[in-house]
């Protein structure tokens, strides 16, 4: 028993299963445990395939090997590979540099690689220039070959990965025939394929940034991906300043003044890599990244400090976002600065 | 002599004579000593009787010098040189026998530590108990089946206490680890791994060649049960332990992979023992190369421990994906979006472990001492008591014929 089709007996399983540092989850009707886990055992087999393609903590993944040798050589790689890196330096021209993959150095340098952050020194950050911008990474679509021209260019999946793990791994799904299916990946990027039983949609809830501020939007997705960028789980404070762990690669420093950027688009790597360049993008150029893109949607809030020193507000930026937003929640915000771990 | 002589155990005596070359100081009689103790009131002094205060025999001795209430009583070992050594130790003359009898018929003596070579230990333990002593005895307790048997009987008809020196079960992070197992922390155990490689010809100096089989009875398939005997039993019994029965089955294997130097039995071997429910131990000993030193692990259905001399880490599954019935709040309240990253599994290929807090241990062999003297005193039977003696020692006894021959064998459950 493969494919399932929704009958009154269907009932919803979650599957969870580690992967990517998170934990991954699958809500899916099926008549029987036995049968939800026979849908989610591919599934989750594809996302683990992805890991191993593309984890730069995994030594052997083919993005691993790529960060090794581009430098010395062209390197030759597989298509899916390359195609991936493709869609990445799309992005990146797209985005202006804000979206960059290559900040793999830049997230060693502030040591948010495999732990929490810290402020590196100041002759590690200029050292650091040389190694980052997508500009130095050159794709040979005729021979399939990767090269960087830089020495200590490194790879960072980490703004678009999970994305691209979630299309691969919602492939599977369509293929099993399964009607409704929410899949998550730790909450950073959700697929809603079709609709719970009776329903319009899956509900997903945007957050405020401020722990204890609720829910600031409610959307309702059908065959499209929601992903959000925030700095909530890593981060630290250095200097009074707070630093999480989204670089903008063009100041080599995390951004700050943002707290948080989700976008919703029918492609979950889109989505991935649309919210982390919204991130990071100054505010004239956030619309442009969605220009053209009629599926897109995108809703960002941002802090700024007001008045006296200490005092934050934060306010929201809503592109095509369907669904309304609490703004009395985000004054929930304002004088809780101190207090918060955006 | 034949190997079937060899395997199914050959007398005291000649073995006796084989390793000193004098066999009139054993003579050719075993019968019981009577020479019953003194009772032991509970702040008296222990007087101990040592039985082969060789290597290990003085390592035990130098712990037991660390256990408060003892006196080193009398000493007792056919290598005359050892004496000295030990009066050195203790810090006084110990009076000294070559014969162990002699010593038994003294009524000074409150309780008798064995670590002779294991052909010896259930003769000297027999008349030991019979003699109205408790008894440490190193393992294994017999060298042959019907040693084992015998020890056990012995206990069963003298009452006496018995405590075998595997003193991992000493160990307070080896114990809190195995009650943790026996909680489920790790699911259901189903192997145990035990892995003892060192980088040593294992050859002790002779000071002349007619001493060569009285140092060297490790290498000798005549004294020792080789590797498997020697060290694999501690392993063995961990197995037991963490099974909670006997293995019912052996195969081995073992060759001379190196020191090709006269000894007979072989520098490397592997063992795997069976036991209800298709649950595995496996051991491997080599001893030209030390990676892995001394170590269990214990692998169950959830998880996995690995235990060290030093400590114990537990090791959960990380990759493990659970389906089970979700609630429906999540269609009604939807599902919340965010940052992703979770500390806890950064690194989930290759987790850090769970490092068990467990007390800083202080050496094993200590505890297993001071547990005996308690023992002593108070009339309790021991934790390593002569059932989990048992247990590893028919393993040994019956895997030495397997190991030699290269097969799988039954072991007895003569001792139920």
Known sequence: MDTITLNPAAQL??????????????????????????????????????????????????????????????????????????????????????FDISVGKLMKVWKFFGASGAFPSPEELAAARADVGWEKIRLDRGQRTVRFLAAGIELDPGGVGKGYAVDRAVRILRAKQAPAALLSAGSSTIYALGAPPGEAGWKVRVPSPHPEGGTISTVILRDTSLSTANLSEKNFVHDGHFYGAIMDPRTLRPVEGMAQATAISPSATDSDALSNALFVSRPEDRALLLDGRQQDCALVVREKQCGQEKQFAAEYEAIRWPAEVANGQLAALANAKEKVKL | MNRRSLLQGLSFSMLAAKLSGASSLYGQAEGPQAAPSRRIA??????????????????????????????????????????????????KKVPAHKDYREMLQRK??????????????????????????????????????????????AVRKTGQIFQVGHQM??????????????????????????????????????????????????????????????????????????FGEYPQTILGASSIAVYHDGRTVGDNVQAVLGYSKGRRMFFSSITDNGLMADQIWIYGTEGSLQITLEDATFYKQTSKTITEASHSDVV??????????????????????????????????????????????????????????????????????AVYEERAMKIPAIHV
């Open chain 2, 169 to 242: 079960r000493y160990a307070s992070w080896i114990v809190e680890s195995v009650n943790r197992v026996h909680k489920g922390d790790i699911g259901e155990p189903t192997h145990v791994y035990g892995y003892w490689h060192r980088n040593d010809n294992w050859r002790r100096e002779a000071p002349n060649p007619s001493l060569e089989h009285l140092m060297n009875w490790r290498l000798y398939r005549e004294s020792s049960g080789g590797l498997l005997e020697e060290l694999g039993s501690h392993h063995i019994d961990i197995a037991n332990w963490v």
């Open chain 1, 13 to 98: 399983y979650r599957t969870t299963h580690p992967a990517m540092g998170t934990e991954y989850s699958l809500y899916l009707y099926a008549p029987s445990r036995e049968q939800a886990a026979a849908i989610a055992r591919p599934v989750f087999e594809e996302v683990d395939r992805i890991d191993g393609l593309l984890s730069n903590y995994r030594p052997g993944s083919e993005l691993s090997r790529i960060n090794r040798e581009a430098f010395q050589h062209d390197v030759t790689t597989d298509p899916e590979t390359f195609y991936f890196l493709v869609t990445c330096m799309a992005w990146s021209e797209r985005s202006r540099g804000a």
């Open chain 2, 332 to 401: 009604q309240e939807g599902v919340e979006t965010g940052a992703s990253f979770n500390a806890d599994s950064a690194m989930p290929y290759r987790g850090p472990g769970y490092r068990l807090q467990a007390k800083p241990g202080e050496d094993a062999t200590r505890t297993a001492c001071g547990s005996f003297v308690e023992c002593a005193r108070n009339k309790r039977q021991p934790f390593a008591n002569v059932d989990v003696g048992f247990g590893s020692a028919i393993a040994c006894s019956t895997g030495r014929q």
């Open chain 2, 42 to 91: 509970a702040n008296d002094r222990v007087n101990i009787g040592f039985i082969g205060p060789g290597s290990r025999g003085q390592e035990l001795l130098r712990q037991l010098l660390r256990t408060p209430g003892v006196e080193i009583a009398a000493q007792c070992d056919v290598y005359e040189p050892r004496f000295a050594e030990v009066n050195e130790m203790v810090g």
């Open chain 2, 108 to 153: 000074d003596i409150d309780a008798i530590f064995i670590a002779t070579p294991p052909v010896f230990h259930a003769t000297y333990a027999i008349a030991a108990m019979k003699s109205g002593r408790p008894v440490y005895c190193e393992k294994t307790i017999g060298f042959t089946q019907e040693d084992c048997a015998n020890v056990v009987d």
